[in-house]
């Protein structure tokens, strides 16, 4: 198979049946849905988000005792809880561990490998690609802002031509924007070692999210999915794309007042970044587990516009698969 081939150097760091990564959602990522994912040949990743250090910790162990196949952990570098987390994965016997949200210094690249993990981090160009590498990374995600919840301000169009095409040294997996076998195919024959999904894997019968989180995501259009604005530089914000409703209006007036309080002195501008996460840690629960789309965080990527139908984990990975194969053996064809 075409698809088998190009996935060699994805599946070998991986050490998975197929290179496919399931992109870490906060509230999504359970181990319910890793071990649908990891049934279905692919690879999972568990949510740290901001959890606390005692259910982290649960988690962890839930994942080690009924996984049987390799798994990472996802640790958000600016969550409160992030150093917390950190140690207590740094002791755990995980083979991987994803580090998001910002990007990790060297000591914890090295301290992490030291603990004999495999370490994937992001790249939003190509200096920090040069970077992450530099630092010890053995793996780089590209995700463009076409991808769901916190994204960086790049478009995976561009990434591909500032990191894919100029980095041998490690894997690159690829995301932001995905829900076919064909992108797929043709991202691989670019260079990627393999590709993240993340809103796809929203629309199974095995995420537990909330029935009603699913029905907005069948619902919406890609336009929909738009990117929260940063309203003044005093309060930097990471950009959060999610379904337009009357929460992402309540995110702009959390801005306005956060940033009122600057003026007057009232709060630091630690605190008040503090108050725009715990903000999006809470809307995006009042979504997944209570079913609240008006209000609650609706975290999708662009691709949303994509998928309608809530299928089984194994079809959506098997038909990924397929179409695929069926897509390389067109290119193929259309190059005799």
Not at 31 to 47: I, Y
Not at 101 to 130: C, H, N, T, W, Y
Not at 148 to 173: C, K, Y
Not at 206 to 233: I, L, M, N
Request: with cysteine; hydrophobic share 45%.
């Amino acid at each position: 198979m075409l698809f088998e081939k190009l996935s060699e150097r994805g599946t070998a760091f991986l050490g998975t049946r197929y290179p496919i990564i399931s992109g870490a959602m906060t509230w999504i990522s359970d181990v319910t849905l890793m071990q649908a994912v990891a049934d279905s040949g692919a690879f999972p990743v568990l949510a740290g988000g901001n959890m606390d250090p005692d259910l982290f910790e649960q988690e962890i162990d839930r994942c080690i005792d009924q996984l049987k196949a390799p798994f990472a952990a996802n640790l958000i570098t600016i969550a409160p809880n992030y150093r917390a987390q950190y140690e207590i994965l740094q002791s755990k016997d995980v083979g991987f561990v994803v580090f998001a949200g910002s990007f990790p210094r060297k000591a914890d690249i090295q301290d992490m490998k030291r603990a004999g993990k495999k370490v994937l981090s992001f790249a939003s160009g190509e200096s920090i690609a040069k970077q992450q590498i530099k630092f010890g990374a053995d793996a780089l995600i590209l995700e463009g802002s076409e991808a769901g919840g916190h994204v960086g301000h790049v478009s995976l169009m561009v990434l591909l031509q500032q990191v894919l095409f100029n980095f041998e040294e490690v894997p690159i997996f690829v995301g932001g924007g995905l829900a076919t076998g064909e992108m797929m195919a043709h991202l691989m024959l670019m260079g990627a070692a393999g590709c993240q999904f993340g809103t796809l894997f929203v629309m199974t019968e095995e995420c537990t999210a909330h029935d009603a989180f699913k029905q907005a995501f069948a619902r919406a259009r890609a336009r929909q999915a738009v990117a929260t604005p940063q309203y003044d530089s005093r309060l930097p914000i990471v950009a959060v794309r999610a379904i337009k409703n009357r929460g992402t209006d309540e995110f702009g007036k959390l801005q306005l007042e956060l940033l009122n309080r600057l003026e007057q002195e009232e709060l630091s501008r630690e605190k008040a970044q503090y108050e725009v996460e715990k903000y999006w840690i809470g809307a995006l629960r009042r979504a997944v587990v209570d079913g609240d789309v008006d209000h609650g965080s609706l975290m999708a990527g662009q691709s949303v516009g994509l998928v309608s139908e809530i299928r089984p984990m194994k079809e959506v990975v098997e038909t990924l698969v397929t179409d695929a194969e069926v897509e390389l053996l067109r290119t193929v064809g259309r190059l005799k």
